[in-house]
């Protein structure tokens, strides 16, 4: 079957990942990637899937054969153990986390290019439902999209009106000693961030686009953090805490057992107290998410007071600005609806 499936035996296999969507085709490019190797690498790009024939299969074909299943998501604002959250839930019985899978920043880019709406949203939920293919069975599917899909997290959620979400940011100096230690590929990661968020018309804090070529890159990170904060307010809002919770970066590393009980509740995952103490004490909590060298939690919180420390100053200000503008806007620094 692996040698030369059919179409219909790769859309029945959950290991056949629907890696990219081709417009100019109206196609998916599906990939074999054995639930086996899912925790080398952080996300589901070709940087860490290595090199793979793709098997393309025309759209319409896809969605006539695909049994789809259980889906939940995990939005984030970036640098908050969102890779840590989704490696928890690959955990075979139970459930299955896919980690940035490239098919749906794909969406992204049709809809930025001008793509109807009703076109962005057949592709949408096709993905969606693809991705929703159980891995085993009784199991649920987690899936941590980039923050680049955040604009279109009210449309995922409406399309999926039986899926959750769990809203996961790292406090705002958290995330702003992130982008500074980082260094320069970061700092310029912000600003293609708030480009584009700019392009999808969430940033609504006053100021004209002119403006944040006058802000320094951590006052620019900061106005993305402060645009996905009022986007997942929102988002809490709409859909209420019976499907869309918060949580932040720090609360998820201090209180593991606590958070993956409650959220798999949230999902609706079966999982035993045993289990849920099993996948906190993996390798998605004990090994460095993007490196996957060994890693615990007081080495993160050593890393944080060092770049908290050689950044002082400069993070010290922009979170002041960020509370002023964040007044201005009407947004609350807290979210509502927590996890715990």
Not at 154 to 160: K, P, T
Not at 215 to 231: E, F, R, Y
Request: proline letters at 5%; charged letters at 20%.
């Amino acid at each position: 079957m692996r040698n030369s499936p059919s179409t219909a035996e790769i859309i029945a296999d959950a290991e056949w990942l629907p890696h990219r969507y081709d417009a100019s085709t109206d196609s998916v490019q599906f990939r074999l990637f054995e639930r086996a190797r899912h925790g080398e690498g952080p996300f589901l790009t070709d940087e860490y899937l290595g090199l793979g024939t793709a098997t393309p299969v025309a759209f319409d074909t896809a969605m006539a054969n695909a049994k789809s299943g259980e889906l939940n998501f995990i939005f984030h604002s970036a640098f908050c153990a969102s890779t840590l959250l989704a490696r928890a839930f690959d955990y075979p019985g139970v459930a299955m986390g896919l980690s940035e899978p490239v098919i749906l920043n794909d969406i992204v880019g049709i809809r930025r290019r001008g793509a109807a709406s009703r076109d962005v949203a057949r592709v949408l939920d096709g993905a969606m439902r693809l991705l929703a293919r159980p891995f085993g069975d009784g199991e649920n599917v987690v899936v941590k999209s980039s923050n680049v899909l955040n604009p279109l997290a009210d449309a995922m959620l409406s399309l999926r009106p039986h899926a959750r979400a769990i809203l996961l940011y790292a406090p705002l100096p958290v995330f702003l000693a992130s982008v500074a230690r980082k260094g320069m590929w970061c700092r310029l990661w912000a600003r293609e961030l708030l480009e584009g968020y700019l392009t999808d018309q969430i940033v609504d804090l006053g100021m004209t686009a002119q403006d944040h070529f006058r802000q320094t890159d951590l006052q620019v990170a900061a106005v993305g953090w402060l645009a996905q904060h009022a986007l997942f307010a929102k988002l809490a809002s709409k859909f209420g805490p019976e499907r869309v919770r918060t949580l932040d970066s720090e609360t998820l590393i201090a209180r593991p057992v606590e958070v993956l009980g409650t959220l798999a509740s949230l999902f609706r995952i079966e999982a035993s107290p045993e289990q849920i103490v099993a996948m906190t004490s993996g390798p998605a909590f004990t090994r460095h998410s993007k490196s996957g060298d060994t890693f615990s939690s007081d080495q993160r919180r050593e890393e944080q007071r060092a770049a908290a420390d050689t950044f002082a100053d400069e993070i010290d200000k922009v979170v002041q600005w960020a509370g002023v503008v964040a007044e201005h806007a009407g947004i609350s620094m807290e979210l509502p609806q927590p996890i715990l």
